[in-house]
């Protein structure tokens, strides 16, 4: 029994629940075949109903829940909003299974969107019961999961429809039971005792007043709020041998803080985050980036199936999703053993790469070849993989976890906030309502802009780190020598 509540205690129990709940809510081997499922027999819509009236929901969702589901995150301590989570991601695949007009799966699209919104509690959580010196590998473990389940649900789905081992029904089937467990285990998580706005410790609290600049040197992160899934249990303990609670526990007191003082203090840290230019730049690169990316991750299996129709041969969507992911994540992670000053070099990059990509979006779109599609769609998510790493890492370099999280926020409202505006004119039926080759020729466009601005940005900065050693040696007080004049 004692080890038993050791292992409880420890910040490996924690991580090991997420890490099993973040991998059975990933494997989805159905989503790599979600156009030509609504598209084929099963549901018997049209492409232009999938394309400009049932996905373009999923924005809409997002965008409307993201900034209620953030607060509500922290308001609720994490572990409500993962519960949640799983039991929208069931909602949804149930109404995916069951119901077949265009209504309900407008429908089935909003509780995607509160999903994903959800998402925050995931990666968050686990900033409430690690001890920060352990979060960094925490929170590896968990997106390596994460990752894992997403390529296990793509390599599965790929086999069972290749193979004709199950029908689409029967994966969705399959996809409930999983959900299921990861619902089971999200129960059994602890519950936290503080969060990072609303319910913070009084140590936590001081050490962030007295680091009004938001920046974190040695000790601060050191000594960063350890949050406890182990005091509970020392308390059980010292309350069976009868001993009271001393000074130091008052000192991990949780005080909960109002909503007003909240949104205050998140407003003028926003405030002070973005007067930083460089950490401005690297944030609209973010939003402007990630915009484009999860537009063009929403419709290729669109652009998919019209350039070869499901009907008419194999399709290999899970497959190319399997390998792009696995790529991806290879491609962020050797990132971390590149030797390159990002901070002159890392605007040029983001413009070099970003035209890269619209370059990959312009032959998929107008090679009207599946493979060059495929190929085009895995180097163009490395692409974004490696950028977006370089400015995460960018970013958070000088900032604590609390600022990083509220500037994480703030940049993919502000890609989500694009995103929507670029549905409602484009995509949407009540808007323009293009078809997918306009849409991606849009798309396209749009990574070349990107490009043209950060690359001549990118060039102005190296021109300038150039010039200022040349200025810095011209204003040196003239030695003995100069006098000869």
């Known amino acids: 029994m004692e080890a038993v509540r050791r292992w409880q205690a420890d910040w490996r129990y924690p991580t090991t629940l997420l890490c099993i709940y973040g991998f059975f809510s990933t494997v989805k081997p159905l989503e790599p075949f979600l156009t030509p499922y609504l598209t084929g027999p099963d549901k018997n819509l049209t492409i232009e109903q999938v394309n400009n009236q049932i996905f373009p929901v999923w924005t809409y969702s997002y965008l409307s829940v993201l900034v209620p589901v953030f607060l509500l995150t922290d308001w609720l301590r994490y572990k409500p909003v993962v519960i949640f989570q799983c ?4 909602a949804t695949t149930a109404m995916l299974l069951w119901l077949r007009s265009v209504a309900a799966m407008q429908a089935m699209q909003f509780c995607y969107g509160v999903v994903t919104a959800s998402e925050v509690a995931y990666f968050s959580y686990i900033y409430s019961v690690v001890d920060p010196k ?8 968990c997106r390596s999961v994460q990752l894992l389940g997403y390529t296990v649900g793509s390599v599965l789905g790929q086999l069972l429809l290749s193979f004709q081992l199950m029908s689409y029904d029967n994966i969705l089937v399959f996809t409930l039971v999983l959900t299921s467990i990861a619902l089971l285990v999200a129960c059994l998580l602890p519950m936290p ?5 609303f319910h913070r410790n009084k140590a936590m609290t001081e050490r962030i007043k007295t680091h009004g600049d938001g920046t974190v040197d040695s000790t601060e992160h050191s000594r960063r709020a350890k949050v406890s899934l182990e005091e509970p249990r020392e308390e059980m303990v010292e309350k069976e041998a009868g001993e009271g609670v001393d000074e130091k526990d008052k000192d991990l007191e949780v005080g909960a803080r109002s909503c007003s003082q909240v949104l205050l203090q998140l407003w003028k840290d926003f405030l002070q985050c973005y007067s930083s230019r460089q950490l401005l730049y690297w944030s609209v690169w973010w939003a402007m980036a990630t915009c484009g990316y999860n537009q063009t991750a929403n419709y290729v299996q669109v652009l998919w199936e019209h350039v070869q129709p499901s009907q008419n041969g194999s399709i290999y969507n899970g497959g190319v999703e399997a390998v792009s992911n696995l790529l991806g994540a ?14 002159q070099w890392g605007e040029l990059a983001l413009g070099g790469f970003s035209g890269l990509g619209a370059a990959a979006l312009f032959l998929m779109t107008f090679i009207r070849n599946i493979w060059v599609c495929y190929a085009g769609y895995i180097v163009f998510k490395c692409l974004y993989m490696l950028l977006i790493t370089i400015a995460m890492y960018q970013i958070a370099a000088d900032l604590t976890m609390e600022r990083y999280a509220l500037v994480f926020g703030a940049n993919n409202f502000g890609a989500l906030a694009l995103q929507t505006i670029i549905t409602s004119v484009v995509v949407d039926s009540r808007g323009l309502g293009l078809g997918i080759i306009p849409q991606f020729t849009i798309y396209a466009s749009y990574f070349s802009l990107i490009a043209v601005v950060f690359s001549l940005r990118g060039l102005f900065t190296i021109w300038r780190s150039d010039k200022e050693p040349t200025a810095a040696v011209r204003n040196d007080p003239p030695d003995c020598d100069e006098h000869k004049f």
């Open 87 to 90: 039991l929208s991601l069931f």
């Open 330 to 343: 290879a491609t962020a992670y050797g990132i971390g053993f590149t030797e390159v000053r990002w901070d």
């Open 193 to 197: 005792r503080q969060s990072m706005f």
């Open 134 to 141: 352990r979060y960094r590998k925490a929170t590896s473990y």
